[in-house]
C-alpha cells in the first residue's frame, strides 16, 4: 500500500464513521476489496445498503473479492473542476466490473504503478474491456481502491 503525495490530502473523502459503508474502508484498510452480501439470500451488492433489494432481508456479511475485474467505462475529467482536483487533470476515471460479479463495478484510477499519480496514464490507450487487478492507496485516513493493467 503506498502513500499519496499531495494535493491529492485536499480530495474529498467519504466518512470512515457511516455505519453503513465502514466495513468497506475497513477492508481496503486491510487490503481487500470486500462486498456486501446478503446473509438470507446470497446477493452480492455494491454500494452497500441496509437492505437486500432481492430478498429485503436486513442481514448482511461482507465478503472478500479477488479484487481483479475488467474495465467497463471510463472518463477523462477536464476543469473546471473542483478546487481539489483541478490541478491534477485532465486525469482518467474508469469504472470496473468485478471479475466474480460482473453486475458490481467500481470507481477508480487507472494507475501504472501502485505508487502512481491518478494522472499519470495516457487516456488514449485505455481500452472497454481490459484487465485490471486493485490495489489500494493511502490518502489522509483512507485506502482508496485504484487499478493496474493486468
Not at 503525495?5 to 475497513?26: G, H, I, N
Not at 446478503?38 to 479477488?66: I, K, N, Y
Amino acid at each position: 500500500m503506498t502513500t499519496a503525495p499531495r494535493p491529492e490530502s485536499t480530495w474529498l473523502l467519504p466518512d470512515l464513521d457511516d455505519e453503513t459503508s465502514a466495513p468497506f474502508w475497513a477492508g481496503t484498510a486491510h487490503g481487500e476489496l470486500l462486498v456486501q452480501t446478503c446473509a438470507s439470500c446470497g446477493h452480492r451488492r455494491m454500494p452497500p445498503r441496509p437492505m437486500c433489494p432481492v430478498c429485503r432481508s436486513l442481514e448482511h456479511t461482507w465478503e472478500p473479492t479477488s479484487g481483479r475485474g475488467t474495465i467497463w467505462s471510463f472518463a477523462v475529467p477536464h476543469p473546471p473542476l473542483l478546487p481539489a482536483y483541478a490541478e491534477l487533470a485532465p486525469y482518467n476515471v474508469v469504472v470496473v466490473a468485478l471479475e466474480e460479479e460482473p453486475a458490481i463495478r467500481f470507481v477508480g484510477n487507472l494507475l501504472a504503478t501502485p505508487e502512481g499519480a491518478i494522472n499519470e496514464i495516457d487516456a488514449s490507450t485505455i481500452r472497454i474491456g481490459e484487465p485490471v487487478h486493485v490495489t489500494f492507496t493511502r490518502v489522509e485516513d483512507i485506502s482508496l481502491p485504484r487499478w493496474l493493467r493486468a
